[in-house]
């Protein structure tokens, strides 16, 4: 029989609704045996008694609902991001707070490259912290004017590159004629590259050179990293491609014995038709295994509210922007939903704008009426604009909610001045009006929009602190215990598989973060600071400090 471990913590938060905190959890064959005190729990028979933890508080393992497992592979380039921020190794990268201080960085990466033709990549760049102003190829040939440079922005949709890379992708010269490139006053591009379409044929030249948002090998086991980091043990991979060559490398990463996380890629709803996609993940469903979960969607209704291509409602921008793009257009929703239900694929949608959001709610409510679907689980991924009445909406179509917590602090200074305006900027990512309305919760990062990190998220939607330290939308503030729940049942009932993960209990996976501290006994405002010792997943443990 499989040796059975108790281990001893200072205290355990199970989520357990009948014993809500213990002091051991018995463990066996990777899942949880009991909760209760070492003399019940020894009644189970032989046992080995682990008090590694005994100095440590131990929570339900966190359930990230909305990341991307392409940060893992972001770090191999350099992080010129604005805010200080993790790598996969532990290293603290400061944020830089003016172009001079990224070309200082890009300088010194630049000097330790040996191969002269080598691209030199960077990502994170976030120039509205900077006046929006544009970087152009001058300043980036400050770096070098032989070898290629390129920088992503932090949106993704936003590339910078240098001469040297704009004449390797043919675009040195007069008369480019392009929306997604500007031209300097000398008629040549000016250095920035706006959408997919401007980014695809320079991206190769200066280091992206698949498709962004795919991981790669050594990408995921990076981001495993960032998860133990983080105490995540489930995590989506929300808008991956999924190529059969895909699936194959992450199936045999995750079954490596050492592969810390269950991840969860949703195949995104892109290049393909409704039939298609909705085929391909039935096909794909079986392939899961207790380390990867597949067979299901990601669909992206509009852009991104700080990127101006949302989908806003009357009255539009505070700013006067002209409203966003549709992504995928209502017919194409609806012909999704409609197929993804009667096929019984859960999908989850991208509305950042509350009329993207109004769009899904229009266009799911007759495909339920035509597939009756009870616990469908359809989830709305950021619903930032949302407005009380599109939540009982959710509430009576049975949709869940994912809400993008961490904007109050990396983007609420700017929705309140520049594109919601204050009454609207209050009302973002309403996650009191959600609980109080009775729509089932998530909070999320959409790493690597921002940081991997629950507790941070957890802070974010608690506080709902700006990075001017402001608080906007004191109404829509949740208690730290909703705020707990959220990052761990919450985000696991919107993947349907709160029966498995989520919570301290009998008979589910014996995943844990363990914590320096005790969140429930903490000041609210130092939730983001309280030190993660690393998980246990499956059984498994995984010390940060090992890493
Ligand atoms: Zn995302």
Redo the contacts with the bound molecule.
Sequence with gaps: MAETIIYAARKIITMAPSRPEVSHVAVRDGRILGIGTLEELASWGDYRLDDRFAGKVLMPGFVEG?A?TMEGTLWRNVYVGWFDRMDPDGRVWSGLKSIDAVVDRLREAEAQMTDPEAPLAAWALDPIYMENRRVTRQELDQVSTTRPIGILHASGHIMNVNTRALELAGLMKPGVNHPGIPLGEDGLPLGPLYGPDAMTPVGPHVGFDRALTDCDERGLRDYGKLCVRAGVTTCTD??ARLTDDSVDMMLRVTAEDDYPACIVPLRVFFGMSAEEIVDYCVSLKPRSTERLRLGRIKAVADGSIQGFSARLRWPGYYNGAPNGLWYTAPEQMSDLYHRALAAGVQVHT?TNGDQATQMALDMLEPALKAHPSPDHRFTL?HCQMADAAQFRKMRSLGMNVNLFANHHFYWGDEHYRLTVGPERACRMNACRTALDTGVPMAIHS?AP?TPLGPLFTAWAAVNRITASGRVQGEAERISVSEALYAITLGAAYTLHMDGEVGSIEVGKRADFAVLDSDPTQTDPMALKDIGVWGTVQGGRVFPASAL
């Design positions: 909305h991307h929300l808008a991208h991924q959409d929009v």
